[in-house]
């Protein structure tokens, strides 16, 4: 696999050169190329348009303790040399019992920079997608030597169904470590295999599941005759991921189990699960399709590839109903395909004579299928054209200054689940409901403070299920019984605070 056909030269700022230390590969005019300038202007355009739609649905009150919210107190936990016991998840617990996340610990530093682990988390998905998107141009450069080729693959790559559904969902380990896989296939490629190890290392400690994906990477160097490294990675990401599943994450559950453990399926039932429903199948070739069903021709993008369709259609308990193309589920295979992509593309212009027809196919292709998906399947920038997504109503804007009072103390808080996010900068933090078979409860974990909006228009999900009546309800029987009084209302925004006791300050 090693040579490749064009040197990539330079980087901006010189961050892949502090990466991988190869400065022969360099050349400080590489910025100044007339499509290198494209490929910058088209990642920057895309992820400044990104940026600004995930910050106005954050301060629009629409995204939520689960995931944002979990995931930005485990950071400030972790910032202030905390063990990150989450008082968000129900039922509480140190945050690894759920999935195995210590790689989140690289934003602390962050977080004692700008202070909001919240922004830090939403703000960090967009530069991630954007690393990644210029590791895919590099790439795509070296090995294809096409520029028209890699700016649409580019572009395939930056608006794939998986990347936008995954950074409008709030923010999540998963996608950090997806983003990461362009250059750890940079490595690779390039021979270095500290840096690689290393990298495959953080990637595998972002959630328990990317372990399968490295043990799957190892099976694709083997094929390519890297069998030293392919051996090493499939032993040792195997008994990582045994340790995490069956040692680690259990010592930190409060139930001592995997809450996303799977029994294999037999046979015939397994079949049935890959199939059934049919929207399976309708995602498959869809993400194929987006890369001109190139990446079928590549072993990393099938090998790969075949993690997430499996373990996606396979899931039953937890992990049921994850086959469809929303949230971040399928992330992943927006860089996996994309290089399995440039690397076919680089195959079959080497064996072919006649290239120039196949050539326009496969571009062509593969530009009405992003802008085809885009429509089809309703894709969030396609929000950023409409005039309402852009307001922040005055109501939103109170709950918001609401929120920046408590936040310049560290007083206790249990809110609705689209406010956590806001408030998550705390070691108490609550979701002030939740439903189960015996009904609707209210979580208030003797909380300092209690913040709901109950005006109309509120979504199922800001109470994890309860309705807007049953917590109205259940907040008059709290000041009726002396256990709070009311400190500000205004339009159905309420604000109360405990009658006794400051519990954590």
């Known amino acids: 696999m090693g040579k490749s056909r064009t040197k990539v030269k330079g980087l901006p700022l010189g961050l892949i050169e502090l990466l991988v230390r190869d400065k022969k590969s360099l050349d400080s005019n590489w910025p100044r190329d007339k499509q290198n300038l494209?490929?910058?202007?088209?990642?920057?355009?895309?992820?400044?348009?990104?940026?600004?739609?995930?910050?106005?649905?954050?301060?629009?009150?629409?995204?939520?303790?689960?995931?944002?919210?979990?995931?930005?107190?485990?950071?400030?936990?972790?910032?202030?040399?905390?063990?990150?016991?989450?008082?968000?998840?129900?039922?509480?617990?140190v945050i690894w019992g759920d999935h195995w996340t210590p790689s989140m610990v690289i934003f602390a530093p962050l977080v004692w920079l700008f202070g909001r682990a919240d922004l830090?988390?939403?703000?960090?998905?967009v530069l991630f997608l954007a690393l990644a998107a210029l590791v895919v141009w590099i790439i795509?450069?070296?090995?294809?030597?096409?520029?028209?080729?890699?700016?649409?693959?580019?572009?395939?790559?930056?608006?794939?169904?998986?990347?936008?559904?995954?950074?409008?969902?709030?923010?999540?380990p998963f996608f950090y470590a997806a983003m990461l896989f362009p250059l750890l296939y940079w490595f690779w490629q390039r021979n270095k295999w500290a840096e690689f190890f290393l990298l495959s290392f953080l990637i595998a400690n972002f959630q328990e599941?990317?372990?399968?994906?490295?043990?799957?990477?190892?099976?694709?160097?083997?094929?390519?005759?890297?069998?030293?490294?392919?051996?090493?990675?499939?032993?040792?990401?195997?008994?990582?991921?045994?340790l995490i599943v069956k040692l680690l994450i259990p010592h930190f559950s409060p139930t001592g189990g995997f809450l996303y453990s799977q029994e294999m399926p037999g046979l015939v039932e397994m079949v049935k699960r890959l199939i059934v429903p049919i929207e399976k199948g309708k995602v498959v070739i869809l993400s194929f399709w987006n890369?001109?069903?190139?990446?079928?021709?590549?072993?990393?993008?099938?090998?790969?590839?075949?993690?997430?369709?499996?373990?996606?259609?396979?899931?039953?308990?937890?992990?049921?109903?994850?086959?469809?193309?929303?949230?971040?589920?399928?992330?992943?295979?927006?860089?996996v395909l994309a290089i399995g992509a440039l690397e076919a593309y680089s195959i079959l212009k080497k064996r072919r004579l006649n290239f120039s027809y196949l050539r326009w196919g496969i571009i062509g292709n593969m530009l009405i299928a992003a802008i085809f998906m885009q429509y089809y399947l309703h894709l969030q920038l396609n929000m950023l054209s409409k005039k309402a997504y852009w307001d922040i109503n005055s109501h939103k804007q109170r709950v918001l200054g609401i929120i920046k009072d408590l936040n310049r103390q560290n007083y206790s808080v249990v809110t609705q689940n689209n406010f956590v996010p806001h408030l998550s900068n705390r070691q108490?933090?609550?979701?002030?409901?939740?439903?189960?078979?015996?009904?609707?409860h209210l979580n208030t974990n003797q909380a300092e403070y209690v913040l709901v909006d109950l005006s109309d228009n509120q979504s199922p999900v800001n109470f994890l299920g309860c309705s807007v009546s049953e917590i109205s309800d259940l907040l008059k029987k709290g000041v009726a019984g002396g256990e709070y009084r009311m400190v500000y209302e205004e339009k159905k925004i309420y604000l109360l605070r405990r009658s006794y006791g400051a519990w954590a300050r």
């Not at 086959?323 to 992943?332: E, L, W």
């Not at 108490?428 to 609707?440: A, H, Q, T, V, W």
């Open 38 to 93: 494209l490929a910058i202007l088209l990642i920057s355009t895309i992820c400044v348009l990104y940026l600004m739609a995930v910050l106005l649905r954050h301060y629009r009150l629409e995204s939520f303790g689960y995931d944002l919210g979990l995931y930005a107190q485990e950071v400030y936990l972790l910032a202030s040399h905390q063990l990150p016991y989450s008082t968000i998840k129900i039922p509480n617990m």
């Open 140 to 172: 795509s450069i070296e090995k294809t030597a096409d520029k028209l080729f890699s700016l649409v693959l580019l572009l395939s790559f930056l608006i794939f169904y998986g990347v936008q559904n995954a950074v409008f969902f709030d923010a999540h």
């Open 120 to 125: 830090v988390l939403v703000i960090c998905q």
């Open 209 to 242: 599941n990317l372990a399968l994906y490295l043990i799957a990477l190892g099976l694709c160097l083997m094929i390519r005759r890297r069998y030293k490294q392919g051996v090493f990675l499939i032993i040792f990401y195997g008994m990582w991921f045994f």
């Open 291 to 335: 890369f001109s069903f190139l990446p079928l021709l590549s072993s990393f993008s099938l090998l790969l590839s075949g993690v997430t369709f499996l373990e996606n259609f396979l899931g039953t308990g937890a992990l049921a109903g994850r086959f469809g193309f929303d949230r971040h589920y399928k992330a992943v295979l927006g860089p």
């Open 428 to 440: 108490n933090i609550y979701i002030l409901s939740y439903l189960d078979e015996r009904g609707c």
